[in-house]
Every structure is written in structure tokens, then in C-alpha cells.
């Protein structure tokens, strides 16, 4: 008789289901029989340019090199944010996406008996990772889809080591500003840790939201977490970076996997947060893409979320299952987030100009039945 292995695992994770990603297009093809060429993908949040022409250079040079293991402290990288953004290089951690700065955390900061606090509508790896360490995970009931940050802040007690915040956030796109941001930390225990999350601010206009560096040195309790996975168009290459005080950085690298980021991804990133050009071109394609969805969504008389970051929920007034099903039929992906509580939703990536029209056919044909 085989063992139950589930029943074996620790309870937070008996609890847990797989986090669910965007559908890949070869997988729709194989599912549908369509040509994956003939599929468009706006379900990821990935950045519609394709890699800066810098990044691949850099990976090319790389590698004859893979035969190595990466340089485990990440010298270059941490060097290359540093001088960037005005920090010392004992500020920094590395992460394999700004996902593995969010389990550090859990792992070095929460365990049963401990809580964190986060928003309903956050982002689904949040409540994963406090999960799976056996803490309790307080969800505080959003506000028009946002975050409720003084609702947030009451939620907090004795047991509480984390809280996790993001700006803008996924999947909803809704955002806060500096006041709010300073008056949440102003009021935060200082034995707190306040996470956050910017994994999509290069999408916005330089000061129209709060920049997260600009506080960690203000208050010593708070991490700032960012990823080159998305503006800087690295998701393959999973790279993401904390941003917080050297004694938090030091805790976080006693719990970091050794070699977390690859060689590549170490090489491609030092060449994109040089490449200027291609970060203010996808924010000018982001711009521009979002007004054309907005436009197009308006004429077919739909609802969205407001949002700052690559994407928009898109509100159906209905299950929106069908209508996601109609257009995987059509070869057109989007992400639904009925796992987020919003069965109504689905959350939809900005893409290229012909992307976006396609999409915005696919769904007219689709809504017409």
C-alpha cells in the first residue's frame, strides 16, 4: 500500500494548492490544435518588447561561462544597484524573482504562533508563503479593490512580524500615495517588518507614486522588494532584488539558497539596468497600450479596475469563465483571477498595439456570442 505523503507534510502545506500561472501558448496549442503563432499572450504581465538588445549581448558573452556556478554573493549585480540607486551594496539581496524575497521573508521572520497582515486582492504568493511556514495569515478586507491601509494597520498585534503591502498591486492595479504610505509607516510597530512590494513601479512616470528607496533609510523596519522580471523584460531569467537595511539583509541571507540567481540571469541584468532606452520605450508602450484598451473596453461598454501597472482587471458583471474560454478558443490568453476572489475578473496584460487588437476583437467576438 502507498504511503500518503500529503498527510505526511507539514499542515500549512497540506493546506495549500499549487500556485496556478498563465496558461503557456504551447500548452493552449496542444489543448486547442491551434498554431502557437497564431496565439497571443496577455496573461503574464511580461513586458510585450521582447529583452533589451543589451541584456542579450551580455547573455551571449556569458555563455561559455555556464559550465561555472554563478558568484553566489552576486558582486557585480548588487554593485550595479547600488551605484544606480544610491545604496550600499550591504542593503541589497538577491532573489530568483522578487517572489524568492517574499518566501525569504516568511522563512526567516514567521512560523505558527506568528501572523502576517495583507490585503484581500493581494498577491496570491503573500498568503502562500505565510501559509506554508504554519503562521496565520490576517487578511484585511480591501477598499474599492485596494488596499485598506488602516484597516491594515489595526489588524496588527503582538504576533504579528510581517506585513506585506504592494504599490501598485496585482492583480488589481490599484495604488497609494506618499502621504498614505508615509502615515502607514509612521504608525507601524517598529518590530514589524513592512514589505513593499514594487515589482511593478518602473511602469509608472518617474514621482507619480512614493519610491519605496527613498524611505528604507527614514524607517529601519521596512524591505523594499522590486524584480527585473518584468519592466526589464528578464521573467525567463527570474531576477528580483530586496532593497532594506544591512541587519534585515543580513537575516535574509542566512536563509538564501546559495547560487539563487543563475549567471545569466546575473550578466543580462547588470546589462538591462544600464539600457535606459528600453525601460522609458516600455513605458511609452505601456502607456500607450493602456489608453487603447481603456478606449476599446469603453466602447464594448465594460468596466475595469483603475491602474498603474501593466494590466488591467477587467470587471464583467458576470462568471467571467466563459468569456476567458471564449477567447482561448480565438487564441487569445488572459488571466482569470476567480482565485483571487474576483470570479468576475479577468486580469488582462498590456501588449503590443496589435496585440491589444486582437485582443479587443477576439472579445467583442466573443461578447456578441
Known amino acids: 500500500m502507498s504511503c500518503d505523503f500529503l498527510a505526511l507534510a507539514v499542515p500549512g502545506v497540506q ?21 502557437p503563432q497564431g496565439i497571443v499572450k496577455l496573461a503574464s504581465n511580461e513586458n510585450p518588447l521582447g529583452p ?14 555556464i559550465t561555472r556556478y554563478p558568484d553566489g554573493s552576486g558582486f557585480r549585480l548588487k554593485a550595479k544597484l547600488a551605484e544606480r540607486f544610491g545604496l550600499q551594496s550591504t542593503q541589497i539581496t538577491l532573489g530568483n524573482g522578487s517572489n524568492d524575497i517574499l518566501d525569504l521573508v516568511a522563512r526567516a521572520w514567521l512560523a505558527p504562533g506568528r501572523n502576517a497582515v495583507f490585503s484581500q486582492y493581494a498577491f496570491a504568493v503573500y498568503p502562500i508563503s505565510t501559509q506554508a511556514v504554519g503562521a496565520e495569515g490576517r487578511v484585511v478586507p480591501a477598499r474599492n479593490y485596494a488596499h485598506d491601509l488602516e484597516a491594515m494597520l489595526a489588524a496588527i498585534d503582538e504576533n504579528t512580524r510581517v506585513v506585506f503591502i504592494a504599490n501598485p498591486n496585482n492583480p488589481t492595479g490599484t ?12 504608525r507601524v510597530p517598529q518590530d514589524v517588518l513592512v514589505v513593499l512590494d514594487e515589482a511593478y513601479i518602473e511602469f ?28 526589464y523584460g528578464l521573467a525567463g531569467l527570474r531576477v528580483g532584488y530586496a532593497v532594506s537595511s544591512p541587519q534585515i ?69 458576470r462568471d467571467a469563465a466563459p468569456v476567458n474560454q471564449g477567447l482561448l478558443q480565438r487564441g487569445v490568453i488572459v488571466r482569470p483571477i476567480a482565485g483571487y476572489g474576483m470570479p468576475n475578473f479577468l486580469r488582462v496584460s498590456i501588449g503590443t498595439e496589435a496585440e491589444n487588437a486582437r485582443f479587443l476583437e477576439a472579445l467583442a467576438q466573443v461578447l456578441r456570442g
Request: charged share 25%; hydrophobic share 45%; with cysteine.
Open 15 to 35: 493546506k495549500l494548492s499549487p500556485y496556478v500561472p498563465g496558461k503557456p501558448v504551447d500548452e493552449l496549442a496542444r489543448e486547442l490544435g491551434l498554431d
Open 52 to 65: 533589451s538588445p543589451k541584456a542579450l549581448d551580455a547573455i551571449r558573452a556569458e555563455l561559455g561561462e
Open 175 to 186: 495604488w497609494f500615495g506618499p502621504a498614505a504610505l508615509e502615515s502607514f509607516l509612521d
Open 204 to 231: 509608472t512616470e518617474p514621482g507619480e507614486l512614493p519610491n519605496g528607496l527613498d524611505y528604507v533609510a527614514r524607517y529601519p523596519n521596512l524591505l523594499v522588494s522590486r524584480t527585473l522580471c518584468k519592466a
Open 249 to 317: 539583509a543580513d537575516v535574509l541571507n542566512r536563509v538564501r539558497q546559495p547560487f539563487n540567481v543563475n549567471s545569466l540571469a546575473l550578466v543580462a541584468a547588470c546589462a538591462a539596468l544600464d539600457d535606459t532606452d528600453y525601460l522609458e520605450a516600455g513605458r511609452q508602450l505601456n502607456r500607450a497600450g493602456m489608453a487603447q484598451l481603456e478606449a476599446g473596453l469603453a466602447a464594448l461598454d465594460l468596466h475595469w479596475i483603475p491602474s498603474r501597472g501593466n494590466f488591467l482587471a477587467v470587471d464583467f458583471a
